[in-house]
């Protein structure tokens, strides 16, 4: 027989045949994979559509939505709840959300295994809280196992089992301090804590959609159904040590989120500094210890080194490049790892108004979105006349007093000194140029200066105000006004402008930007600046704002009480936090303009700046935003003067 007439496949034949099938597989794998997220992310949105079906019969029989959790009150020190003293009191916990919503999502016998009259800790609630609840499980958590329960170590030496979930409800994006605002830190405006020692009961809550023993109904929500979240992934903890992602457990971390705004340092899905650290949990320390901050990195499941409390956690997921959270609405959204940390904030708080939510907000959560940068203040129908022609300070008619600023170059967002605490990568040093003089105000508007204008004096330190008790002066009206929202001190300068007396003079006024604020806070300083972390009695230089750790309230003082710097301010690094005009938004000082930078175009909070680790720039670590429709009783401000022809 010859060659040709041979049957079968020859050597050449077989290779050939290899290569295109390790061909098909190796471009099928891709394809395959997808499948198969495809599939994950489908079952992950459906358990949470399903979730949401069930918060909103929740709240058509009860009229309004479940508690995150309920807590009893024993062995717990009610005034010192907060103190960060003790570990979190997980022995208190009883019912959780996922309970309360287990008769709607078809699981009543479920339900009836649970005893609410004991803290679900008890031995008669094992059975239930370790069941593997399959509307709580997204399949792409590969830690969400029945070999990996939490195993939670009480006080007496006992571990108590818990099945792992992977949901959890919004609790807010405010983080949880120490006090709830001092003048070292402006803190949380929208915390609230209520106890009776009397009566032993408490609630808790944040600005999200539920708190500890605190329910909110529809009506309570501020914010739009389509832009408030209400559950959000998270994951199982990736040790059985580790209290996150766990259906049955009424603690923050486990099925609550709470505290992953721009105010603390957690702020965004899956977030994580450079340096590690992001969600505080009960054992964290432990954890890191046996599991390795390394690990906890690349996990992208990082913790608080030292942290033992369960005070912070953000939303979290395996699915690649963001995670899904369901809306009031009973939408469910695909949220990126990139999306602006301001709009995370303001989609997790009831509070926002929904109008400054536009029409690019789908795109927006898409993450990386460009915000672009404002026009210049000055409009096209009016000149500013040259601030050089009378450098001369002047008093307005309603006492404020103004400096002459001359143009000039600095290095803006310059961290400090031996800085012990972490800095945002996104807040770079950069050079920025003035081109033109302006006339700042020399101190902070006063409470009566605002009462002249506005007609009323909302600040917390004053003769009737919210903090009259640590007031050490009788008269408080050269005390900076405070409590005032960034919209309240916009139109503050807006009828100041309207006055017949200074439209006579020609002067109309504004908020300064953030580089004109920080230009004029440093003063001609460039480069690191010390960081003093204690307050000192004997400092008589009025940087008090910024101090870890005052020894005692500090109330706000009369402007002008404490010597001015080299540009002749007064209280830039102390009394108060200002408000300036700037957006914040994530990266600006990447793109920002070097000459005249006026703050992005567009955006959710706007910057405060002061002293503190909470603000950019000389003697501050990080710098923050708040929502400009809220006031607090630490923030105030001072305004620019520009001159019109």
Request: with cysteine; charged share 20%; proline share 7%.
């Given at each position: 027989?010859?060659?040709?007439?041979?049957?079968?496949?020859?050597?050449?034949?077989?290779i050939?045949?290899?290569?295109?099938?390790?061909?098909?597989?190796?471009?099928?794998?891709?394809?395959?994979?997808?499948?198969r997220?495809?599939?994950?992310?489908?079952t992950c949105?459906?358990?949470?559509?399903?979730l949401?079906?069930?918060?909103?019969?929740?709240?058509?029989?009860?009229?309004?939505?479940p508690?995150?959790?309920?807590?009893?009150?024993?062995?717990?020190?009610?005034?010192?709840?907060?103190?960060?003293?003790d570990?979190?009191?997980?022995?208190?916990?009883?019912?959780?959300?996922?309970?309360?919503?287990l008769?709607?999502l078809?699981e009543?016998e479920?339900a009836?295994?649970?005893?609410?009259?004991?803290?679900?800790?008890?031995?008669?609630n094992?059975?239930?809280?370790?069941f593997?609840?399959?509307?709580?499980?997204?399949p792409?958590?590969?830690?969400?196992?029945?070999?990996?329960?939490?195993?939670?170590?009480l006080?007496?030496?006992?571990?108590?089992?818990?099945?792992?979930?992977?949901?959890?409800?919004?609790g807010?994006s405010?983080?949880?301090?120490?006090?709830?605002?001092?003048?070292?830190?402006?803190?949380?405006?929208?915390?609230?804590?209520?106890?009776?020692?009397e009566?032993?009961a408490f609630?808790w809550?944040?600005?999200?959609?539920?708190?500890?023993?605190?329910s909110?109904?529809?009506?309570?929500?501020?914010?739009?159904?389509?832009?408030?979240?209400?559950?959000?992934?998270?994951?199982?903890g990736?040790a059985?040590?580790?209290?996150?992602?766990?259906?049955a457990?009424?603690?923050?971390?486990?099925?609550?989120?709470?505290?992953h705004?721009?105010?603390?340092?957690?702020?965004?899905?899956?977030?994580?500094?450079?340096?590690?650290?992001?969600?505080?949990?009960?054992g964290?320390?432990?954890?890191?210890?046996?599991?390795?901050?390394?690990?906890?990195?690349?996990e992208?499941?990082?913790?608080?080194?030292?942290?033992?409390?369960?005070f912070?956690?953000?939303?979290?997921s395996?699915?690649?490049?963001?995670?899904?959270?369901?809306?009031?609405?009973g939408a469910?959204?695909?949220?990126s790892d990139?999306?602006e940390?301001?709009?995370?904030?303001?989609?997790h708080?009831r509070?926002?108004?929904?109008?400054?939510?536009?029409?690019?907000?789908?795109?927006?959560l898409k993450?990386?979105?460009?915000?672009?940068?404002?026009?210049?203040?000055?409009?096209?129908?009016e000149?500013?006349?040259?601030?050089?022609?009378?450098?001369?300070?002047f008093?307005n008619?309603?006492?404020?007093?103004?400096?002459?600023v001359?143009?000039?170059?600095?290095?803006?967002?310059?961290?400090?000194k031996?800085?012990?605490l972490?800095f945002p990568a996104?807040?770079?040093?950069?050079?920025?140029t003035?081109t033109?003089?302006?006339?700042m105000?020399?101190?902070?508007?006063t409470?009566?200066?605002f009462?002249?204008?506005?007609?009323?004096?909302?600040?917390?330190?004053?003769?009737?105000?919210?903090?009259k008790?640590?007031?050490?002066?009788?008269?408080?009206?050269?005390?900076?006004?405070e409590?005032?929202?960034?919209d309240?001190a916009?139109?503050?300068?807006?009828?100041?402008?309207?006055l017949?007396?200074?439209?006579?003079?020609?002067?109309?006024y504004?908020?300064?930007?953030?580089?004109?604020?920080?230009?004029c806070c440093?003063?001609?300083?460039?480069g690191?600046?010390?960081?003093?972390?204690?307050?000192?009695?004997?400092?008589?230089?009025?940087?008090?704002?910024?101090?870890?750790?005052?020894?005692?309230?500090?109330?706000?003082?009369?402007?002008?009480s404490?010597?001015?710097?080299?540009?002749?301010?007064?209280?830039?690094c102390?009394?108060?936090?200002?408000?300036?005009?700037?957006?914040?938004?994530?990266?600006?000082?990447?793109r920002?303009?070097?000459?005249?930078p006026p703050?992005?175009?567009?955006g959710?909070?706007?910057?405060?700046?002061?002293w503190?680790?909470?603000?950019?720039?000389?003697?501050c670590?990080?710098?923050v935003a708040?929502?400009?429709?809220?006031?607090?009783?630490?923030?105030?401000?001072?305004?620019?003067?520009?001159?019109?022809e």
């Open positions: 027989m010859s060659n040709d007439e041979r049957s079968g496949l020859g050597l050449r034949d077989v050939v045949a290899l290569v295109v099938l390790n061909l098909v597989v190796f471009l099928g794998l891709p394809a395959v994979e997808y499948a997220e495809a599939a994950r992310n489908h949105t459906n358990n949470l559509s399903r949401g079906v069930a918060l909103h019969a929740y709240h058509d029989h009860y009229n309004c939505l508690p995150a959790a309920v807590w009893g009150s024993e062995g717990l020190d009610l005034p010192e709840l907060f103190s960060h003293k570990p979190t009191p997980v022995h208190v916990t009883r019912e959780n959300w996922v309970q309360l919503l008769p709607y078809g009543e479920l009836s295994k649970f005893d609410r009259t004991v803290p679900v800790v008890d031995p008669r094992a059975a239930a809280r370790t593997e609840l399959t509307a709580m499980h997204c792409a958590d590969t830690f969400n196992r029945p070999d990996n329960r939490y195993q939670l170590m006080a007496g030496g006992e571990s108590v089992s818990f099945a792992r979930g992977n949901y959890a409800i919004n807010g405010e983080y949880v301090p120490t006090q709830f605002g001092t003048l070292s830190n402006p803190g949380p405006t929208e915390n609230g804590y209520h106890f009776s020692e009566t032993r609630q809550y944040g600005n999200g959609i539920a708190g500890i023993n605190k909110f109904a529809l009506d309570d929500i501020r914010n739009g159904t389509e832009t408030m979240v209400a559950i959000e992934e998270v994951r199982a990736i059985p040590i580790d209290p996150r992602g766990v259906w457990f009424g603690q923050i971390g486990g099925s609550i989120t709470w505290g705004g721009v105010t603390g340092d957690d702020g965004g899905p899956n977030f994580q500094l450079e340096t590690g650290r992001a969600d505080d949990i009960l964290g320390p432990t954890l890191v210890e046996q599991i390795g901050e390394e690990v906890l990195f690349n992208k499941m990082s913790v608080c080194p030292y942290c033992n409390e369960n912070q956690a953000t939303a979290r395996q699915h690649a490049g963001g995670v899904n959270v369901l809306m009031m609405s469910v959204h695909f949220v990139n999306v940390p301001t709009l995370w904030h303001v989609m708080a509070d926002s108004p929904p109008d400054i939510f536009t029409d690019t907000y789908a795109q927006e993450g990386n979105y460009d915000y672009g940068e404002a026009v210049p203040s000055d409009s096209a129908t000149i500013l006349r040259d601030a050089t022609v009378d450098q001369k300070a008093t008619s309603v006492g404020l007093e103004f400096q002459f001359p143009a000039g170059h600095f290095e803006m967002g310059v961290s400090d031996d800085q012990f972490p996104d807040a770079i040093p950069h050079p920025v003035l033109q003089p302006f006339y105000g020399v101190c902070e508007v409470q009566q200066q009462q002249t204008v506005m007609g009323y004096n909302p600040s917390g330190h004053a003769l009737e105000g919210q903090f008790d640590v007031l050490t002066i009788s008269d408080t009206s050269r005390c900076p006004v409590n005032v929202s960034w309240e916009t139109k503050f300068c807006q009828r100041l402008s309207d017949p007396e200074e439209k006579a003079a020609g002067r109309r504004r908020l300064p930007t953030e580089a004109e604020w920080e230009y440093r003063a001609g300083t460039q690191e600046i010390a960081f003093n972390k204690e307050w000192d009695p004997q400092d008589d230089s009025g940087e008090i704002a910024g101090k870890m750790t005052p020894p005692q309230p500090v109330s706000t003082m009369p402007v002008g404490y010597p001015p710097n080299a540009f002749g301010m007064h209280d830039m102390g009394n108060v936090f200002e408000w300036v005009a700037d957006y914040r938004a994530q990266g600006y000082y990447n920002s303009s070097e000459r005249d703050g992005p175009a567009a959710y909070l706007r910057v405060i700046r002061g503190h680790w909470v603000a950019t720039g000389p003697k670590k990080v710098y708040s929502p400009p429709w809220v006031g607090s009783p630490y923030i105030g401000f001072r305004v620019v003067c520009e001159t019109v």
